[in-house]
């Protein structure tokens, strides 16, 4: 009989699925047997070797761009380029991206499962396109235009060719691009200052994070073409969010940093209180839906909440020997409540 290769992981999770469904009856023990029968473990993981070896690729891609950058021969031809114009540079990353998108579309077509190639492809693509709109705007010259609109001109083309081609990764990069955008729209509308309509950078990016994260919610499950990339749209919106609010925190909605070491940390309590109770909010939401991704978000930013309070308000204030004892307590504290739920859902599948 043909069996199907699984991870070790995977066998044990779909053992206990198996189990859970033999528990309410759902399977008998007959045709439990035969579907565990039908795994096998996987003597070596193929595919966990192509993504590291396709990220390796990538890495020493970086840095043998930048070794290059060291060498004496290759900096004395880089001097003669700097007579090249512009136009030229910009048309030449453009012709990259276009090549490796191409190449990308082509090759998903062609082979639909290799979807670490095709990705590795559409990066190279980005950092084309990335580069040929920075070129772009040495053309257009930042200092006497609305440069921003640059980094808007590269949302629309990442989301362009995201849902042509069908790429979560192009979507990733769109979402990001969006939000330099947002930062550099907003600093063009305060004439490059750090605040806007009296908000600053953390406090804007709150509200941007928490735009993203609804229209993920609430707006993209309308269109069929954006829902395949619905789950990321949440989990870039919720890092925007949840790291935003973290800042603020920190930093309140003051924007000379000058100012900031002049005012006691209580002062931007009210925003810890803000940035604790949507951590709260996230893990509760998490666990009612079982939405796994906001139980996640929420309980890691609360106890970083938590933590980054209790190193604002006691670091100096108490022995560093009784406050790194308090922190290693209270660490194991919050391995063992989760080992604890960790047994009860073993339990309760286990019957």
């Known amino acids: 009989m043909r069996k199907y290769d699984v991870s070790k992981q995977e066998k044990q999770s779909i053992d206990d699925i198996v189990q859970f469904w033999k528990k309410e009856n759902l399977l008998d023990e007959q045709k439990a047997n035969e579907l565990m029968d039908s795994l096998d473990v996987k003597s070596f993981d193929w595919g966990q070797l192509a993504r590291y070896a396709f990220w390796i690729a990538l890495a020493s891609l970086v840095f043998a761009v930048f070794s290059l950058f060291?060498?004496?021969?290759?900096?004395?031809?880089?001097?003669?380029?700097?007579?090249?114009?512009?136009?030229?540079?910009?048309?030449?990353?453009?012709?990259?991206?276009?090549?490796?998108?191409?190449?990308?579309?082509?090759?998903?077509?062609?082979?639909?499962?290799?979807?670490?190639?095709?990705?590795?492809?559409?990066?190279?693509?980005?950092?084309?396109?990335?580069?040929?709109?920075?070129?772009?705007?040495?053309?257009?010259?930042?200092?006497?235009?609305?440069?921003?609109?640059?980094?808007?001109?590269?949302?629309?083309?990442?989301g362009f060719l995201a849902v042509k081609l069908d790429s979560k990764l192009i979507w990733t990069f769109m979402l990001l691009a969006l939000g330099v955008w947002f930062a550099t729209e907003t600093a063009y509308h305060s004439n490059w200052g750090f605040k806007f309509?009296?908000?600053?950078?953390?406090?804007?990016?709150?509200?941007?994070?928490?735009?993203?994260?609804?229209?993920?919610?609430?707006?993209?499950?309308?269109?069929?073409?954006?829902?395949i990339f619905q789950p990321i749209s949440y989990i870039v919106g919720l890092i925007y969010l949840m790291v935003s609010l973290w800042t603020l925190s920190i930093f309140g909605n003051y924007a000379d940093f000058y100012e900031?070491?002049?005012?006691?940390?209580?002062?931007?309590?009210?925003?810890?209180?803000?940035?604790?109770a949507v951590s709260v909010f996230l893990v509760v939401y998490g666990l009612k839906a079982k939405d796994n991704v906001s139980r996640e978000v929420g309980f890691v930013f609360l106890v970083l909440n938590i933590y980054t309070r209790y190193v604002e308000y006691l670091w100096d204030n108490i022995n560093r020997a009784v406050f790194f004892l308090i922190l290693a307590v209270s660490f194991w504290f919050v391995g063992r409540w989760a080992e604890k739920l960790w047994n009860k859902r073993k339990e309760e599948i286990a019957g």
């Not at 990066?123 to 070129?135: D, H, N, R, S």
């Not at 002062?267 to 810890?272: E, I, K, S, T, V």
């Open 260 to 276: 900031w070491t002049t005012v006691r940390q209580y002062h931007m309590f009210y925003w810890g209180i803000l940035s604790t």
């Open 197 to 227: 309509w009296g908000m600053n950078y953390p406090l804007r990016f709150t509200i941007f994070g928490a735009l993203i994260t609804a229209l993920a919610v609430w707006v993209q499950p309308r269109f069929e073409r954006l829902q």
């Open 70 to 158: 060291t060498d004496a021969s290759f900096l004395a031809f880089v001097d003669t380029l700097y007579e090249a114009p512009n136009i030229l540079f910009c048309f030449f990353f453009a012709a990259v991206a276009v090549l490796f998108y191409t190449l990308g579309f082509r090759y998903k077509k062609r082979y639909p499962y290799k979807n670490l190639s095709t990705e590795t492809m559409m990066l190279i693509g980005v950092f084309g396109t990335a580069a040929c709109i920075g070129f772009m705007g040495k053309v257009l010259d930042k200092d006497t235009m609305h440069y921003s609109l640059l980094f808007l001109l590269s949302v629309a083309i990442y």
